[in-house]
């Protein structure tokens, strides 16, 4: 049984979270703020967080700031409960390392099939995965990225991004489906995020970001250098 935390501060929507999730078959439990939050993580960390941005003290980007950046935390899954609209938001949120996120008001069928996506994708099979291709190696289950024997550091989503082409190595995929993988729904209309992760990805690699392909109108491949 999966065991998810919500954190909102309205109690009618917190309270109707909790009880859909435990309805479901999930073992959910719900607090007002990030200081509530932060003591049971220690004792027990969730399988996924669902986190309100509009919080009162910590708002909900400083406490998945504070989730990601503690080395026995920073691997559990979030997905922002957000009223927020504005594109600046959403984004520095997603480039923070949060998995996906839900606009309020939302449905409590749209809640449960995001939370069963991004439950899906931290499954086991992602575990214990090492890829290479070239000088690149990356091991999904240490969250390392090395160029030779030089360890690149990359953000949440530049590794994730790294990770879905490099197990779909000489395969053409689409903004679209990158979006869906990565970023775990189909945002359409921005798909320049993709864009831009890929040139920081590119950077960051160095020569060998060069194995990173453009395919014109369609997305990206990651292959041998033609």
Partial sequence: MSRIYCVEDDESIRELIVYALNSSGYECSGFESGEELFPQLEKSPPDLILLDIMLPGDDGLTILKNIKKNISTKNIPVILLTAKTAEYDIVKGLDMGADDYIPKPFGVMELMSRVKAVLRRIGPSNSSDVITLSSITIDYEKRIVKIEDEVIKLTYKEFELLYYLLKNQNIVLTREMIMNEVWG????GETRTVDVHIGTLRQKLGQSGKLIQTI???????????
Avoid: A, P, T
């Fill in 185 to 188: 729904f189909d945002f359409e």
């Fill in 216 to 226: 014109r109108n369609v997305g990206y491949k990651v292959g041998d250098i033609i």
